[in-house]
């Protein structure tokens, strides 16, 4: 789908061109939302460009991501779409900015540049030209990505919380058993998310930058401050960014420890059960012996004895595993 988006004197407006209707000439931001075949190459007729493909945007190579044409810069940034679904993906956007126009390949819709959209519909101060535009876009994306790591954070609170938290339950003896295995999930999420937004704020830094260098004389001055804001930004939340990757490999420490802590305090209870129930075994097994002569056996209170002192012999043991406060 082609959209193609104009700026009057309310803001910038998109319509979609379908089948073969005409171009606008007066179009300054070109929007190729999941574009086929044709659509592409109409556009690279129209303007004179290549637009890259898809597999031509998953290059890893930063000459392949960015670099320049005559007078058309391509920028290829990864960014991390569906953030509020439990599986987050990686996905590229290509942004071609020319002298007038700028051009976005993108086979994904987010909600930045839902965001964005909405927005420079009702402020056409903020999208007097296509560098404009662009810098809008970044802002929005930056934005998002301050959202989301600002709602890891709150995560990894509420987890710190819950794994360090007592574990004694609202009764008098009682324990609240923790679902490690749900905590290490939610962790393992977390992780990943941010280190997708630390990989999307270090791939806008770098557009930002081949941008600054390579097309700052034609930038405006107010366009030029707000590129630098956007990489400011992505610094400072590239820094927050890896304290968040340090508190997330410290809470996978902290419950792989509580773990073991558990498993712990499970063998020593069966450990403690096999030395308490040992003795009376032993004593058990002695009576119950196939002869003819046994101590005690003969009497009234043999029976009865036997069973004091297997009894006798489990508690004192016990006793003393809670007088030295090994229980």
């Not at 004197?9 to 070109?30: M, Q, R, S, Y």
């Not at 031509?56 to 920028?75: H, P």
């Not at 989301?148 to 574990?167: K, N, Y």
């Not at 005690?296 to 489990?314: P, R």
Request: glycine letters at 8%; proline letters at 5%; hydrophobic letters at 45%.
């Amino acid at each position: 789908m082609i959209l193609c988006f104009r700026l009057d004197a309310t803001g910038l407006h998109g319509e979609a061109v379908h089948g073969d209707g005409p171009l606008p000439d007066d179009a300054i931001w070109i929007d190729l939302f999941e574009p086929t075949a044709e659509e592409e190459a109409r556009i690279e007729q129209f303007l004179r460009i290549d637009v890259p493909t898809r597999e031509e945007m998953r290059e890893i190579e930063t000459s392949n991501r960015f670099y320049q044409e005559r007078d058309a810069l391509y920028m290829t940034a990864t960014v991390v779409t569906k953030l509020d679904t439990p599986r987050p993906e990686n996905s590229q956007i290509t942004f071609i900015l020319t002298p007038g126009r700028l051009v976005t390949n993108r086979y994904v819709d987010p909600l930045p540049f839902r965001r964005f959209i909405a927005y420079a519909d009702r402020h056409p101060e903020q999208c007097a030209s296509a560098a404009a535009v662009l810098a809008g876009l970044l802002e929005a994306m930056v934005n998002r990505i301050a959202d989301v790591l600002e709602r890891i954070g709150d995560e990894l609170d509420a987890l710190s919380a819950e794994v360090f938290s007592p574990v004694a339950g609202p009764g008098p003896g009682r324990r609240r058993h923790r679902d490690y295995r749900a905590i290490l999930e939610r962790v393992g999420r977390d992780g990943d998310l941010n280190s997708r937004t630390r990989e999307t704020l270090g791939s806008l830094g770098r557009l930002v930058g081949f941008l600054q260098q390579h097309n700052g004389a034609r930038l405006d001055d107010d366009t030029r401050g707000r590129l630098q804001s956007i990489l400011r930004d992505a610094e400072q939340l590239s820094g927050h960014a890896a304290f968040m990757g340090n508190k997330v490999q410290f809470l996978l420490d902290a419950t792989l420890g509580m773990i073991n802590i558990d498993q712990n305090n499970i063998l020593k209870i069966f450990s403690v059960a096999t030395v308490v129930l040992l003795p009376p075994s032993v004593i058990g097994a002695i009576f119950g012996m196939n002869f003819d002569r046994i101590p005690f056996a003969q009497t009234g209170w043999g029976f009865w004895g036997a069973l004091g002192l297997m009894a006798a012999s489990a508690v004192i043991p016990f006793a003393l595993f809670k007088s030295r406060g090994w229980l």
